[in-house]
């Protein structure tokens, strides 16, 4: 059985999430390999019946390159690839009849030797029969350099305009939000909580993509709220509740000890107006305290971690059963995952 090559891009910390959605979902998934910000992996399915929502883009991996003399990976893989007629096919190609080669070396795109490129692409269009543009490509081959050593050739299967035409300002990204609702573990039944809810980007991803009792999703700012109340009538099957209010309201209107679940992105006080914001944290915990049930499980992300990790010692309600260290937009963050009792 012919087994496809996958190169998935995801927040860098998230790998090991990553990694164990791969293992949950695909079972014939095989030659796993992590690194910082991606993983790469075989498995016989196709694109299309992947469904992994733990990954910012997918790739086709073509061919794999080691040079460790050459001054350029890039460069030299780009002439291993004309040289060697590394195989391209028709797997995955998609829509579109123009093409363009993106080159990025540890994270940043580069540029190589123009001849070099022209050649390259030259060979690709003879192989596909698409045509190069520059400019506008429909299809995209990747010439991918990590400071691991490596080099990938590959073709981009997933396609979208980049988070800063997608997202609002402060938008969580939605694999973020997914691997945050995976972490927590939602059973049929469970009664799930996000108080600070924002643009509803966890929301979503519990509504489409997790199966619950209900979703309760909760936020001070109306207007704010709006996005999340447009995205869950997308899932008129799936139950949930909005309220728009203070996290201090929510104990009356959910019940002590009623919730299965918390995944929230609380306010990091970089933002927001918070003038204590470990105040504002031991508050809000405490606040959980009451609306969790004993074994209750609560996932946060937040840049302010000290704050966070002080908070939970002075009130010493949560055992942290996994830390994960991450990127957002940047910022040093990170995602814990937090068991009451």
Known sequence: MKMNHFFGTCAAGTQHIAKRIL???????????VYEGAISFRTAHPYEGLNLYCFHNIFLILDIHEDEKSESLIESHMRKVIEKAVPIGKTGMGKGKSFRIVTSSKNKLVSVNPGLKTQ???????????????????????????????????RRLSKHASYGKLLK???????????????????????????????GAIVEQLLKHFKCGCVYAADIDEAVLQSTIKKAKQYPEAKHEIF???VRQLIPKAG?????????????????????????????????TSLLKPRGIMVILTAQKEALLE???????FTIAERHDILVSGKKSAIFKLVKG
Not at 123 to 148: H, N, P, V
Not at 311 to 317: I, N, P, S, W
């Open 120 to 154: 390259t692409e030259r060979y690709i269009s003879g192989q596909t029969k698409l045509r190069a543009d520059r400019g506008a490509g429909e299809q995209e081959f990747w010439f991918l350099s990590r400071s691991e050593g490596n080099s990938y050739f590959m």
């Open 311 to 317: 908070a939970l010692d002075e009130t010493k309600a």
């Open 244 to 246: 728009n209010c203070d």
């Open 256 to 288: 002590k000890e009623s919730i299965d679940r918390i995944i929230t992105d609380p306010p990091w006080g970089i933002y927001e107006m918070i003038a204590d914001i470990k105040s504002f944290y031991r508050e809000f915990l405490g606040i959980f």
């Open 169 to 199: 300002k402060g938008e969580l990204h939605p694999e973020i939000a997914y691997m945050m609702s995976f972490l927590a573990e939602p059973c049929a039944n469970d009664l799930i909580l996000d108080p600070f809810c924002g643009y």
């Open 23 to 33: 293992q949950q979902q695909i079972k014939d998934v095989n030659s796993l390999a």
